[in-house]
T-cell receptor
Framework: GAVVSQHPSRVICKSGTSVKIECRSLDFQATTMFWYRQFPKKSLMLMATSNEGSKATYEQGVEKDKFLINHASLTLSTLTVTSAHPEDSSFYIC??????????????FGPGTRLTVT | AQSVAQPEDQVNVAEGNPLTVKCTYSVSGNPYLFWYVQYPNRGLQFLLKYITGDNLVKGSYGFEAEFNKSQTSFHLKKPSALVSDSALYFCAVTLNQAGTALIFGKGTTLSVSS
């Protein structure tokens, strides 16, 4: 149980285009999902907290107009990188907490999406 | 503010020897502590967690960690390292509050030589 999927697993796009990454909780409902960014051999940096039915909360320094987050249902959150540039190339990982679970701290991680902007 | 420190960028051990990956934390309130492992180009795999109770926590693949409140540490250990344990290890902390994200340490690369 508690599986989180991400799609696509790998994407290459041209500079200036937009890319959408999906994060799905497959067997549970997730009121809250988190989006992280990871640079090579570096730690995970929290980008934003995504709450179903409301606006995402972005961390300081993360451009909300560039990294659009939508959490339209209890099982799906999307991250859209708008007007992507090479410096946006990174590994993006999402996680989700089970809304019905007794453990609000328990996070389940997706497998990650490797974005390469050429 | 919550924070996690992993003082070592890399730990090198020989196969069969015990290993320790260090982690210290700073949090206001009772910490919930985690260890994750990451293989190249993969997501995070959960190893173990400390929530409450026994300070020695046993997890996946023979790993264990000891919660030390006085030293605010949560070091990851394994009695006998395997080459396949070579990976990037993250310590993380959070609080049991809705909508609270995990705060990660910078990661420690474990290299086990044969």
């Amino acid at each position: 149980g508690a599986v989180v999927s991400q799609h696509p697993s790998r994407v290459i796009c041209k500079s200036g285009t937009s890319v959408k990454i999906e994060c799905r909780s497959l067997d549970f409902q997730a009121t809250t999902m988190f989006w992280y960014r990871q640079f090579p051999k570096k730690s995970l940096m929290l980008m934003a907290t995504s709450n179903e039915g409301s606006k995402a909360t972005y961390e300081q320094g993360v451009e909300k107009d560039k990294f659009l987050i939508n959490h339209a249902s209890l099982t799906l959150s999307t991250l859209t990188v708008t007007s992507a540039h090479p410096e946006d190339s990174s590994f993006y990982i999402c996680s989700a907490t089970d809304s019905s679970g007794a453990s609000l701290y328990e996070q389940y991680f997706g497998p990650g999406t490797r974005l390469t902007v050429t | 503010a919550q924070s996690v420190a992993q003082p070592e960028d890399q730990v090198n051990v020989a196969e069969g020897n015990p290993l320790t990956v260090k982690c210290t934390y700073s949090v206001s309130g009772n910490p919930y502590l985690f260890w994750y492992v990451q293989y190249p180009n993969r997501g995070l795999q959960f190893l173990l967690k400390y929530i409450t109770g026994d300070n020695l926590v046993k997890g996946s693949y023979g790993f264990e960690a000891e919660f030390n409140k006085s030293q605010t540490s949560f070091h990851l250990k394994k009695p006998s390292a395997l080459v396949s344990d070579s990976a990037l290890y993250f310590c993380a902390v959070t609080l049991n509050q809705a909508g609270t994200a995990l705060i990660f340490g910078k990661g420690t690369t474990l290299s086990v030589s044969s």
